[in-house]
């Protein structure tokens, strides 16, 4: 019973200094994997980079302690953070406080989604999520976390777009537009230090590698160029007119956002009142808010656009000072700095007095030092309520992938794994994660391989990553700042390129037609409502249950023959002659309320075909259960078969199906001697009363040797 509350006590069982010195030097190399990696998974979450480090030192500590897996890494994960970014998306600007404040509690909300499945033993709740449509959901989000990542590598920003799709051809023609090349080429060169080093070495942590030769230069070289300057000092008036226009659109939102936050207690007012004319004057209100909020967004994004648009040079002036021109504008014989400027430029209006121009690259920048504050976060209903779907789903995905990944590292190590108890672990790592600052965690599969390969005993390996990821925010943030943000979009896109899997479309096809087709919807729905993720897993999850509703009521129900090897086969299938005076049926399925009424068509299909007939043998060995419907059908079915001058019997009745029989006295009604351990003795016990004349060809005679056989 202890062990259950407290799985890690069994990590003490002949442990010794060289487990200890092997779990020492796995939780070092996954943590030089993980802090690069985490960073980066935080961006793709819309979180600042340095809330990836909070989700990394917590939950992969928590997550050891009270999960089954003494290998499995758990942390910052790419399909999690994308369906974080997702779910956040239209509540929020992505990096604002508003949005990190609802990606703390979407964590807490997984966590005790997580937990309380664990505690409930529900863990077989994630079979709802089907291999095709997991596999599609995560080829698509393979595709959508890569190129997400190309504003990044192009050193260009858009404001997203309703489809995902628009959003890509806004990068692409940003990147035509202007692309910056140094943050290009900061990119190419570490994704190619990853991919070469990963071929010639796999033992070595290439995405360290790549952060630390691409850090250093990035610090040589002076990376990140940037200028706060004063409006004054922007010499283009069409920049100008476009600032103070775009100004004035973004200080409209916030304006109109209050005063719809302030009518919300005058609308439910009115609302609980049951005063008609007052909810009509408010809802009228509340539209034109609506449309006005529309019109400034439009507005500020058109000017964004324009804005971020502009390329500019920048002609150095007494005591360091800089004047900005239109490329193309500055004045003739002025000498510029060489460097093509462009403006940062957010949701928020521009200070006139502190305009960031951007002339180099964009860097990672200050990571404050030291652990986070220790707070759950603060409940809303309305919020939670919002996000509770979201949870639901992050919290089943994100455990299919760390299940997934825990039984592959069970079945090389033999250890035994509890999918109930992997799951208190993972929401327990969710749960005290968010007291943490830490966004939605889950278990990783390039960390796990990491952690097992460099020779993990124990859950000790995670407890000194976490340790180590604690040093690093108490220590060596400063090193962090010069880290290229192209870099950080080269890993993700590196690691997501193990997601894609073309062969599990081609697998699942086979297997079945049907499960390729869900497989291939979920991928194309997937990408088609991006950013939506939610809509192309739910419409591969709505799929698969269909499909199995619709196999649950129509059942295979087949004719048996024999076959030269004296065996039972489907004769339909095996081009076998049947028996004109006997037909035996075998009804592979549940028999229940769906299907009970397709079990007395197949059979009276039968008795209508075939008019010389006289029995008919219902191989029930493929039943395993049958409810009152299925007993009410069965009932009827023996009453019209006898009712038109024919003969039923059963065989291979399971106990399971018995013993429902026996309570209805439908045994009674069928008669215990129509009842037969096995479709041989059934075959033998009715031919006298069922077989046809000698001579006539019948199949099955060969079974009790009768003449004409």
């Not at 062990?3 to 442990?15: A, E």
């Not at 779990?23 to 998974?41: C, E, H, R």
Request: glycine share 8%; aromatic share 8%.
């Amino acid at each position: 019973m202890l062990l259950r509350i407290f799985p890690f006590l069994g990590w003490f069982k002949g442990y010794d200094m060289a487990a200890f010195r092997a779990d020492a030097i796995a939780g070092l190399t996954v943590a030089l994997v993980l802090i690069p990696q985490s960073m980066a998974y935080a961006q793709l979450a819309g979180m600042p980079p340095y809330y990836g480090l909070y989700a990394s030192f917590l939950p992969p500590l928590v997550a050891a302690l009270f999960g089954s897996s003494r290998q499995l890494a758990t942390g910052p994960v790419a399909v999690v953070s994308l369906m974080t970014s997702a779910s956040l998306a239209p509540l929020a600007t992505a990096g604002s406080e508003g949005y990190i404040a609802y990606a703390i509690l979407l964590a807490l909300l997984v966590g005790i989604f997580q937990f309380s499945l664990g505690v409930l033993r529900l863990g077989l709740v994630v079979n709802f999520l089907s291999h095709p449509v997991v596999n599609g959901f995560t080829n698509a989000g393979a595709l959508i976390i890569a190129t997400s990542q190309l504003s990044k590598m192009f050193g260009v920003s858009v404001d997203a777009a309703d489809h995902y799709y628009e959003t890509i051809m806004r990068v692409v023609a940003a990147a035509v537009h202007h692309t910056h090349w140094p943050t290009l080429i900061m990119g190419a060169a570490a994704f190619a230090i990853m991919f070469g080093l990963k071929k010639l070495n796999p033992r070595i942590p290439n995405v360290l590698v790549a952060v630390v030769i691409t850090t250093l230069v990035s610090w040589s070289i002076g990376f990140e160029h940037n200028a706060k300057v004063d409006i004054s000092a922007i010499k283009s008036p069409q920049v100008l007119a476009d600032i103070a226009a775009f100004n004035k659109a973004a200080a409209e939102l916030p304006a109109i956002a209050a005063k719809r936050a302030a009518m919300t207690p005058r609308e439910d007012a009115a609302k609980a009142s049951g005063d008609a004319t007052e909810v009509l004057d408010i809802t009228h209100e509340l539209a034109l808010l609506d449309l006005q909020k529309t019109v400034a967004k439009e507005e500020s994004s058109l000017y964004r656009t324009k804005l971020r648009g502009y390329l500019l040079v920048a002609v150095p002036g007494e005591g360091g000072s800089l004047s900005f021109y239109l490329q193309g504008e500055a004045p003739a014989g002025t000498a510029t700095d060489g460097r093509t400027w462009i403006m940062r430029v957010g949701n928020s209006p521009l200070r006139a007095d502190k305009l960031l121009m951007i002339g180099g690259g964009q860097v990672v920048g200050v990571v404050p030092s030291g652990l986070p504050g220790i707070s759950f976060p603060k409940l809303d209903l309305k919020v939670i309520l919002k996000l509770f779907p979201y949870a639901a789903i992050i919290a089943l995905l994100g455990f299919m992938e760390a299940i997934s990944i825990a039984k592959a590292m069970a079945a090389k190590t033999g250890q035994r794994l509890d999918p109930n108890q992997e799951l208190i672990g993972q929401g327990l790592a969710n749960i005290l994660g968010s007291a943490a600052q830490s966004y939605p965690a889950s278990g990783s599969f390039s960390r796990s391989a990491v952690n097992l390969q460099a020779g993990a005993m124990t859950g000790f390996s995670s407890v000194f990553t976490s340790a180590t990821v604690v040093i690093t925010l108490f220590f060596f943030t400063p090193l962090l700042y010069n880290l290229p943000q192209s870099v950080l979009a080269a890993v993700i896109m590196m690691a997501v390129i193990g997601l894609l899997n073309a062969t599990g479309f081609i697998h699942a096809w086979k297997a079945q037609w049907y499960d390729g087709a869900i497989s291939i919807i979920t991928f194309i729905a997937t990408l088609v409502f991006a950013p939506h993720l939610d809509k192309g897993i739910m419409i591969g999850v709505v799929l698969s249950l269909l499909v199995f509703l619709y196999k649950s009521m129509r059942p295979r129900v087949a004719s048996l023959s024999l076959t030269e090897d004296s065996a039972y086969r489907d004769a339909s299938v095996f081009k076998l002659a049947e028996c004109p005076y006997v037909a035996v049926v075998r009804f592979d399925g549940t028999l229940f309320f769906a299907n009970a009424s397709f079990l007395e068509d197949q059979i009276t299909d039968r008795m209508q075909s075939n008019k010389n007939l006289k029995h008919i043998i219902l191989a029930a060995d493929g039943v395993n259960d049958m409810d009152a419907s299925g007993e009410e059908a069965l009932s009827l079915l023996v009453d019209r078969v006898r009712s038109a001058g024919l003969d039923i019997s059963l065989c291979g009745v399971k106990e399971s199906v018995m013993d429902v029989m026996k309570r209805t006295h439908l045994l009674e009604h069928i008669g215990e001697d129509h009842l037969y351990p096995d479709l041989n003795q059934a075959l033998c016990s009715v031919h006298k009363d069922s077989w046809h004349a000698p001579g006539e060809s019948c199949p099955l005679t060969s079974v009790c040797r009768l003449p004409g056989a």
